[in-house]
């Protein structure tokens, strides 16, 4: 069975801090994909990222990063210098074949403070 | 482009009263469909999807049902709304492979009284 854990529940930073949330996943499937996913106050998810198990590289896109690492099974989101409109809870999902839902996390609402 | 369409944005309903909500696709074909429920503050649960018409996998026994009549078009209902239905539902869609991302609708929210 897949699962993702997402220990942190809440964090709060003030404005221009860094922010790491974790993921942690399980599956015994050798061929994965996780995502994230950002879920603003209006509701809607929106896609951030997806990384494929055969390819570790990390990510950087503006101030998010991505830390792949399949030895500890961690897919980290890092915020650098973190903003208000980044206040949103934040959802890390899995998936092992094509037609299977998304298994998401319980999700991580950051908070960023003015 | 792919577009998802869900409706109404919001609802209250009575307890005991019939529920139909809906979700469309547009500029995809023979997508993956997929209703989740999220409680205020809470995470996400799968409820149902469907890798084709007529074709619904159940992951939560309750009194909810969806239905799939069309290619792109996905329906939740249920016959009596209970008070514990309220939250924040959301429908999506994908298509093979397996790193192809979900997408979402921007949700309906409902309460019910």
């Known amino acids: 069975a897949q699962k993702v854990t997402q220990a942190q529940t809440e964090i709060s930073v003030v404005e221009k801090e860094d922010v790491t949330l974790d993921c942690v996943y399980e599956?015994?499937?050798?061929?994965?994909?996780l995502f994230w996913y950002k879920q603003p106050p209006s509701g809607e998810l929106v896609f951030l990222i997806r990384r494929n198990s055969f390819d570790e590289q990390n990510e950087i896109s503006g101030r998010y990063s991505w830390n792949f690492q399949k030895s500890t099974s961690s897919f980290n989101f890092t915020i650098t210098a973190s903003q208000v409109v980044d206040s949103a809870v934040y959802f890390c999902a899995l998936r092992t074949s094509g037609n299977t839902p998304l298994v998401f996390g319980k999700g991580t609402r950051l908070s960023v403070i003015a | 482009s792919q577009t998802i369409h869900q409706w109404p944005a919001t609802l209250v309903q009575p307890v005991g009263s019939p529920l139909s909500l809906e979700c469309t696709v547009e500029?995809?074909?023979?997508?993956?469909l997929y209703w989740y429920r999220q409680a205020a503050g809470r995470g996400l649960q799968l409820l149902f999807y469907s890798v084709g018409i007529g074709q619904i996998s159940s992951e939560v026994p309750q009194n909810l049902s969806a239905s799939r009549p069309q290619d792109r078009q996905f329906i939740l209902s249920s016959k009596k709304l209970l008070l514990s239905d309220s939250g924040f539902y959301l429908c999506a869609w994908s298509v093979p492979p397996g790193w192809q991302p979900q997408h979402f609708g921007d949700g309906t929210r409902l309460s019910i009284l």
């Open positions: 500029g995809t074909s023979n997508p993956n």
């Open positions: 599956t015994r499937d050798t061929t994965y994909y």
